[in-house]
């Protein structure tokens, strides 16, 4: 089976604008988490979709947001770029519903906010 | 509150010599316990896992972690580590508190195993 895929790879943004990061998760997996990893904070999740519906979200701002398709492909986008926001965005897919059994991660969307 | 703490945020080891990366946790709740691996500019990959059953898990590399629920540790072990051993690894808990623990894992903040020649 493919892996976790995530687009792009690298991403160069000024302060202000809005990104869209993509992923397509395993094929079969209905579960799409989302993380940010900084230095300093670590691995952080943002939210989790299952067959288009966010079931669970992080504390992150407003400016996060994400979608799922009917094809379990996720996208997260975010809005009104700080420099803060300068991250590794990984992706995460998981095959079950109720229980976070293990989870796989894409090669994750390098995000520079300048 | 439920909270994941490695111990130690960097190793080194010669090649060759035994490794233990600590992990702790704190939970009211029922867990199901994770190691991660991350290399340079890549994403995590998974290492070993523990649902239910035998405490001691096995996992790829010759990596081994053991739950110990009354202490509520999940330590990783390799018996003789090798120059590729060298990344960041990451310990994460699913804590089973309903929604609030949908497609969340939990990650401590990482130990960085350096092995040296």
């Known amino acids: 089976k493919a892996g976790v895929t995530q687009t792009p790879r690298y991403l160069i943004k000024t302060r202000g604008q809005q990104v869209t990061l993509s992923c397509s998760p395993i094929?079969?997996?209905?579960?799409v988490s989302w993380y940010q990893q900084t230095p300093g904070q670590g691995l952080q999740f943002l939210f989790e979709?299952?067959?288009?519906?966010?079931?669970n979200k992080g504390n992150f701002p407003g400016r996060f947001s994400g979608r799922q398709f009917s094809n379990s492909r996720s996208e997260m986008n975010v809005s009104t770029l700080e420099l803060g926001d300068s991250a590794l965005y990984l992706c995460?897919?998981?095959?079950?519903?109720?229980?976070?059994?293990?989870?796989?991660f894409g090669p994750g969307t390098r995000l520079t906010v300048t | 509150a439920q909270s994941v703490t490695q111990l130690d945020s960097q190793v080194p080891v010669f090649e060759e010599a035994p490794v233990e990366l600590r992990c702790n946790y704190s939970?009211?709740?029922?867990?199901?316990l994770f190691w991660y691996v991350q290399y340079p500019n890549q994403g995590l990959q998974l290492l070993l896992k523990?649902?239910?059953?035998?405490?001691l898990v096995k996992g790829i590399n010759g990596f081994e972690a053991e739950f110990n629920k009354s202490q509520t540790s999940f330590h990783l072990r390799k018996p003789s580590v090798h120059i590729s051993d060298t990344a960041e690894y990451f310990c994460a808990v699913s804590f089973n508190a309903g929604g609030t623990s949908y497609g969340k894992l939990t990650f401590g903040q990482g130990t960085i195993l350096t092995v040296h020649p």
């Open positions: 094929s079969g997996h209905r579960s």
């Open positions: 995460a897919s998981s095959s079950t519903g109720i229980r976070t059994y293990e989870q796989y």
């Open positions: 979709y299952f067959s288009e519906t966010q079931r």
């Open positions: 939970s009211s709740v029922s867990v199901y």
């Open positions: 523990y649902l239910s059953g035998s405490t």
